[in-house]
T-cell receptor
Framework: RKEVEQDPGPFNVPEGATVAFNCTYS??????FFWYRQDCRKEPKLLMSVYSSGNEDGRFTAQLNRASQYISLLIRDSKLSDSATYLCVVNRLGSSNTGKLIFGQGTTLQVKP | DTAVSQTPKYLVTQMGNDKSIKCEQN?????MYWYKQDSKKFLKIMFS???????INETVPNRFSPKSPDKAHLNLHINSLELGDSAVYFC????????????FGAGTRLSVL
């Protein structure tokens, strides 16, 4: 079983739709959580950190459920420019407080006109 | 003003050759990383250096040797290239090693023929 699991999709949605992505992680020692965005043939870029209380950034809302080891990302009013792969990322501390980011496979979103 | 820059962007070479990829960050970060993203899009950490000291060394063939002359640079040298080494290699950096947000370079697309 992968340490971070996501449905790879693709999710095909019309402009203006609301879409939600889910992610589960297996290591309860995971400390911090992020969503990264990766456009085709580009590098991953941080979209948002995910906090226990849930957090919102414009049209994007991230939620964390530590008990269920589950992270979600909600995108409201989808734009064409939201088309990308969304990577669920968890960090866990190893020895000497060395953090390691574990990336999910990513969920691909295609927003259609 | 690219924060994390890596060169070359594309690298096409024959099996058995030795090649290097360079990475530099101008963010003043203490920690740098090398990741490999394969054809299935999984992004996996290979190495991590904190202030020129190796702190993460995943199960990577010893044909791969990272070198950090100073904390702003982390180069990756690959000996005796194999077909399976074909992938996109990303350099990244973060402020600290405890799992801070990471900033990625644009990637080096390596093709081994």
């Amino acid at each position: 079983r992968k340490e971070v699991e996501q449905d790879p999709g693709p999710f095909n949605v019309p402009e203006g739709a609301t879409v939600a992505f889910n992610c589960t992680y297996s290591n309860s020692a995971s400390q911090s959580f992020f969503w990264y965005r990766q456009d085709c043939r580009k590098e991953p870029k941080l979209l948002m950190s995910v906090y226990s209380s849930g957090n919102e950034d414009g049209r994007f809302t991230a939620q964390l459920n530590r008990a269920s080891q589950y992270i979600s990302l909600l995108i409201r009013d989808s734009k064409l420019s939201d088309s990308a792969t969304y990577l669920c990322v968890v960090n866990r501390l190893g020895s000497s407080n060395t953090g390691k980011l574990i990336f999910g496979q990513g969920t691909t979103l295609q927003v259609k006109p | 003003d690219t924060a994390v820059s890596q060169t070359p962007k594309y690298l096409v070479t024959q099996m058995g050759n030795d090649k290097s990829i360079k990475c530099e960050q101008n963010l003043g970060h203490d920690t740098m990383y090398w990741y490999k993203q394969d054809s299935k899009k999984f992004l996996k950490i290979m190495f991590s250096y904190n202030n020129k000291e190796l702190i993460i060394n995943e199960t990577v063939p010893n044909r791969f040797s990272p070198k950090s002359p100073d904390k702003a640079h982390l180069n990756l040298h690959i000996n005796s290239l194999e077909l399976g080494d074909s992938a996109v290699y990303f350099c990244a950096s973060s402020q600290r090693s405890e799992g801070d947000i990471q900033y990625f370079g644009a990637g080096t697309r390596l093709s081994v023929l």
